[in-house]
């Protein structure tokens, strides 16, 4: 498990740089079988990243670029009429695939963004009734940018609940992006990045992420962390049960990570924010006022007690 690990991060590494925790969360997204949302500017690297998970484990990527006149049946495929036999035959979609990029998420309309719902959520697809499951492990990777609204549809509070991380890339510091530059003198990295990993190597540490220990006590943490959102004056709509699951899972994966076989109330910190600030909504009067939903569960978490 451990050089499985270690060599994704080698591998991610080596073509996006300074990014180390970035590049963990991504993992323990991976691990926990959950999805991600990247949201910053262009030109920092989130496609390339996405590109380097797929080619580091050798898994089938697709890329679907988000326009306002793409379809739910551009994402999910759709029935196709044949001449020669008379009959509808499916033609499966781009969705049918190990990783998934959606760039600029928000740029598509409802209803096409929530063709992606029942994917995220029960990893399959219903088509003409009939369910048609993805492959695993099936991983979407979505991208919007945060500074133009131009021709834009906000994600709906159920569509980012889907999310486990919302996670920001920000740009490289100095040395950083020389060292970017000089990379790709000749060619890009990712041209070297070769598979270090299968896609069964991922099912198997998602299953191990499953067997790592969490106290009760633990798991008290996370629910009255989670729960205290819903009372937070400042928030118009608190995180969801959904919530307490996914941060019970990705610190376990977290733990996995970093070597444990148990989780501990600093996972809980640490990931929380990046878990739970996207789920919430802040109440009209707060959001005016510049209150941040990642400042809500800061306070939430210097509030709240954590077990010893």
Known sequence: MKKIIDDLKKNLSSVIR??????????????????????????????????ALARSV???????????????????????????????TYRPGPIFCNVLLGDEINRASPRTQSALLEAMSEGQVTIEGQRRPL????FVVATQNPIEYHGTYPLPEAQLDRFAMRLEMGYPDADAEMAIVLDQRQTHPLESIRAVASTEDIVRVQQAVRD???????????????????????????ASPRASLVLFRTCQALALMRDRDYVTPDDVKELAVVVIAHRLMLETKASYSGV???????????????PV
């Open 292 to 306: 941040k939903k990642s400042d809500v569960v800061n306070d939430l978490l210097e509030t709240l007690k954590p």
């Open 212 to 238: 790592v220990a969490v106290e009760a006590t633990v798991v008290r943490y996370i629910t009255e962390l989670v729960r205290a959102t819903r009372e937070e004056s400042r928030l118009q709509l608190g």
């Open 18 to 51: 300074a990014k180390e925790q970035v590049i963990e969360y991504i993992l323990v997204v991976l691990f926990s079988n959950g999805h991600v949302l990247l949201e910053d500017v262009p030109g920092v690297g989130k496609t390339t990243l996405a590109k």
């Open 58 to 88: 050798e898994a089938e990527y697709h890329r679907i670029q988000f326009t306002p006149d793409l379809l739910p049946t551009d994402i999910t495929g759709g029935m196709i009429y044949s001449p020669q036999t008379g009959e509808f």
């Open 135 to 138: 492959p695993a492990p099936f």
